[in-house]
């Protein structure tokens, strides 16, 4: 039998390995966008005091926009989303972008 630090770990298979999918979506923003939205309605209707049934199929269909952008986004390519979220959060435009011609320099 062989122990654990004996183990091989192909490190190409497991970077090639898809993540774990509901509905086509990464499960870990599946579910966290359901919460987020179940944590919204509950929310408003603390905050309103609003128990309709209106707002809990508002809330559902703010769920299924959600829903369609993320998975428009992991369509093609299972990390998608980690891709959107890497340039949203490092690549970002500098404050005088607009200012100076839409170009990527601080000044012309």
């Known amino acids: 039998m062989t122990s654990l630090d004996e183990l091989e770990i192909d490190h190409l298979a497991i970077g090639l390995t898809k993540p774990a999918m509901r509905m086509g979506v990464p499960m870990i ?34 769920w299924c926009v959600v829903y369609f952008a993320m998975l428009y986004l992991t369509f093609h390519d299972p990390f998608g989303l980690k891709i959107v979220w ?23």
């Open 86 to 108: 890497i340039n949203l959060l490092y690549f970002r435009k500098h404050q005088t972008h607009v200012f100076w011609g839409h170009t990527d320099s601080y000044k012309p």
């Open 29 to 62: 923003p599946f579910f966290m966008s359901i919460l987020l939205c179940f944590f919204g309605w509950m929310f408003y209707q603390a905050a309103s005091g609003s128990t309709s049934l209106l707002t809990m199929i508002v809330f559902a269909l703010l």
